[in-house]
């Protein structure tokens, strides 16, 4: 038989296991943890216990995402739906207790086309309360995005995502802490639109542009502190003038050619793209032709022909280059890869990725040029990529090629 005091220390650690330690956690802990889930799963937890029953208006991030509220509803109960989500969206916004939000996050589906007035006072109700990131993804038909927006003083970060829309700038903007600007599928009509824009985003670092269309006159945008840029297939007439600009991607198609960048004396990555075309458009060649201060050049598809291309002519002394990386290489890339490395008295490893066998073969891998360059230790073969690198001095450790 058990002592009794043993026996008591057993039933006390027991119920010391059984504890609900999540529910003795402050608020302000519990509703940060509850910012981090999607709105409609936070309100959700008011059923676990009086302890959660308002929790969920504690939180900084709110997140509406229609198709995750109905699932994918009939169509017989379309209008009885969208209601429901409506008074839904109201509820929240009206039983959030605190005064900023850090992120608001809208997501309509593009068959439900909602009234104007909702949209633009739920917007307006999160520009209220100090948003700081707004991401904004609506459906076929949006209207006009509320003027408040462009003279929002937290907004930091931006996105929008829409289907073809004509984007309309007020006459003032004024986003003064706006660090991060996302675009998709916007259509601007005027080329003033776009330079009033730009002035009023003093602080932009990221820019991505995807599918987007400036039918306008020839426009050149200064982007002073511009550091990041994406563009994904837009079309139109417009320059971006980025002279602290470190990190570019540009994907482009035939039909997509009209984005160009200048001024990119200070650029370190460049990564160009061109999709579905035999012939690299003529701004890539430009890109490619201004960015001999980078230290690392991506260039996939079609993209390195561009090393065919303009080995037939004087190319400029990559001095800082030490990373090139080659997508889909064909015969004559290595004919013309010999005179960029002449050219590049820093670079340190050259990738070949989604090379072909037939480009191996025909490779003399036991040349010799003014550094020592081997085979033994300085590449690895492997499934989708080649790993090689100039030797100068010993030969590195073989990379592991995931």
Same mark, same amino acid.
């Given at each position: 038989m058990r002592h009794p005091k043993k026996c008591r220390k057993i039933l006390e650690m027991g119920d010391k296991a059984n504890l609900d330690?999540?529910?003795?956690?402050?608020?302000?802990?519990?509703?940060?943890?509850?910012?981090?889930?999607?709105?409609?799963?936070?309100?959700?937890?008011?059923?676990?216990?009086?302890?959660?029953?308002?929790?969920?208006?504690?939180?900084?991030?709110?997140?509406?995402?229609?198709?995750? %509220?109905? #699932?994918?509803?009939?169509?017989?109960?379309?209008?009885?739906?969208?209601?429901?989500?409506?008074?839904?969206? %109201?509820?929240?916004?009206?039983?959030?207790?605190?005064?900023?939000?850090?992120?608001?996050?809208?997501?309509?589906?593009?068959?439900?086309?909602?009234?104007?007035?909702?949209?633009?006072?739920?917007?307006?109700?999160?520009?209220?309360?100090?948003?700081?990131?707004l991401d904004l993804c609506i459906g076929d038909h949006p209207n006009a995005l509320p003027s408040c927006i462009f003279d929002c003083q937290t907004l930091t970060v931006l996105e929008v995502f829409t289907h073809? %829309?004509?984007?309309?700038?007020?006459?003032?903007?004024?986003?003064?802490?706006?660090?991060?600007?996302?675009?998709?599928?916007?259509?601007?009509?005027?080329?003033?639109?776009?330079?009033?824009?730009?002035?009023?985003?003093?602080?932009?670092?990221?820019? %991505?542009?995807?599918?987007?269309?400036f039918t306008t006159d020839h426009v050149r945008v200064s982007a002073t502190v511009l550091r990041n840029l994406s563009i994904f297939s837009c079309s139109g007439h417009l320059v971006i003038d980025a002279p602290k600009l470190a990190n570019l991607l540009h994907v482009c198609t035939p039909s997509f050619d009209g984005v160009g960048v200048k001024n990119l004396r200070s650029l370190l990555s460049v990564e160009l793209c061109p999709l579905l075309t035999s012939k690299p458009p003529q701004v890539l060649h430009d890109i490619i032709r201004s960015a001999n201060n980078a230290r690392e050049l991506i260039l996939k598809h079609g993209a390195v022909q561009l090393l065919t291309v303009i080995g037939n002519n004087p190319i400029p002394t990559y001095s800082k280059l030490e990373r090139l990386l080659l997508g889909d290489c064909c015969c004559d890339t290595w004919k013309y890869l010999m005179v960029w490395l002449e050219n590049s008295?820093?670079? #340190?490893?050259?990738?070949?990725?989604?090379?072909?066998?037939?480009?191996?073969?025909?490779?003399?891998? #036991?040349?010799?040029?003014?550094?020592?360059?081997?085979?033994?230790?300085?590449?690895?073969?492997?499934?989708?990529?080649?790993?090689?690198?100039?030797?100068?001095?010993?030969?590195?450790?073989?990379?592991?090629?995931?």
């Open positions: 330690r999540i529910s003795s956690l402050p608020d302000e802990l519990l509703a940060n943890v509850l910012s981090f889930l999607p709105t409609l799963s936070a309100v959700r937890t008011s059923i676990l216990s009086s302890r959660w029953r308002y929790l969920f208006t504690l939180t900084r991030n709110l997140s509406f995402n229609d198709l995750e %509220y109905f #699932g994918r509803p009939s169509l017989a109960k379309h209008e009885e739906r969208k209601m429901s989500f409506e008074r839904f969206v %109201y509820g929240v916004l009206a039983l959030h207790r605190i005064s900023t939000i850090h992120k608001f996050s809208r997501k309509l589906r593009r068959t439900f086309n909602y009234n104007c007035p909702h949209l633009l006072l739920w917007i307006a109700a999160a520009i209220l309360k100090g948003v700081q990131h073809p %829309y004509d984007f309309s700038v007020p006459g003032l903007v004024c986003l003064p802490n706006l660090r991060t600007l996302k675009l998709h599928n916007i259509r601007i009509l005027d080329g003033d639109a776009v330079n009033r824009f730009f002035v009023g985003c003093t602080q932009l670092k990221e820019l %991505y542009l995807h599918h987007c269309e008295p820093q670079l #340190g490893t050259i990738i070949f990725e989604n090379v072909s066998y037939v480009f191996l073969g025909i490779v003399n891998w #036991g040349f010799e040029f003014t550094r020592t360059l081997t085979t033994s230790h300085s590449f690895d073969l492997c499934s989708h990529c080649v790993y090689f690198t100039p030797l100068i001095t010993q030969p590195p450790a073989r990379t592991a090629c995931g």
